[in-house]
């Protein structure tokens, strides 16, 4: 979000720029803060820019990648694997709204209403990914903690549902932000929404984690049970990464500007676009989320570059049958490519 102190912007009335700025909504301010940067510090805004063209190239591979396998690959469209989706498609619009915001500097300055969607897509898809993040740590504390409980609501009808009101929902929390009118005065439904969309849910995150922690230190849990309980551990200690490192210094500084309104603009302006350059860093590390989703994600990628003709990777979905003789006597046959199928699925345990 953009700063709430003075922008000294040359294209506004010299009276501007020595006292408070005019009322107006949030959403304008956005709109020329790269303008802003680039007078300022034009070195910094061309670096910027540049490991902002790095994370587009870099998220599109990989979120390109995961949204085949996920979604073309995957059979199983478990309550996780439908969260991944929808997390996997908000990557996507955040590199793909890089290009837009190129086109806005260059081709349409100083016109509020041309960066719309830039603006409106960062932010929305900014939400959108907290919120995912949270649904898929969420249904990996159901599932390993609470399976029997929460099976009525671990549906894929359910989760799709839950999927739409996230859409609609961070649709909504970014209309209220960019609709705020800036005074220069500490903004109180700034503080409320950063609560509501940020800490609640790192909160929440970090309490599963810690539960799921408690968990494995249960006796007599079997080897598969141990190791679905230490991914789901490894989820969510990643997803607590990528809330610090990417999430956490964009909203402590909207707090700040929030609190403290008379921040030095300068100071402002340059937290403000590293922190949005943190935030868009989520769509390269949330590739490595969905190695704890399912079990098969990896060896589904690697098999996607193994060449032509070469032994297919066992599958969790290979099974053991039992076919009774007409003396009774048992005889096992393994259903799958090879014999260590059994063995890795046995490892894998189920996927819920």
Known sequence: MPSTSPAPNTTLPAAWTNSSPPEMPLFHRFALLDEELYAAFPGLWLALMAVHGLIFLAGLVLNGLALYVFGCRTRAKTPSVIYTINLVVTDLLVGLSLPTRFAVFY?????PSCALPHVFGYFLNMHCSILFLTCICVDRYLAIVRPDGSRRWRQPACARAVCAFVWLAAGAVTLSV??????GGPCCRILALTVLEFLLPLL??????GRIVCALSRPGLLRQGRRRRVRAVQLLLTVL??????FTPFHARQVAVALRPDVPHHASLVVYHVAVTLSSLNSCMDPIVYCFVTSSFQATVRSLFRPRGAEREPHGCDAVSVHKSSKGRGHHHILGPRPQALSQALANGPEA
């Open 241 to 246: 990464v990528i809330f610090l490192v990417c």
């Open 107 to 111: 081709g349409a300055r100083g016109c």
């Open 178 to 183: 960019l609709g705020v009118t800036a005074t």
């Open 204 to 209: 929440v995150i970090s309490i599963f984690t």
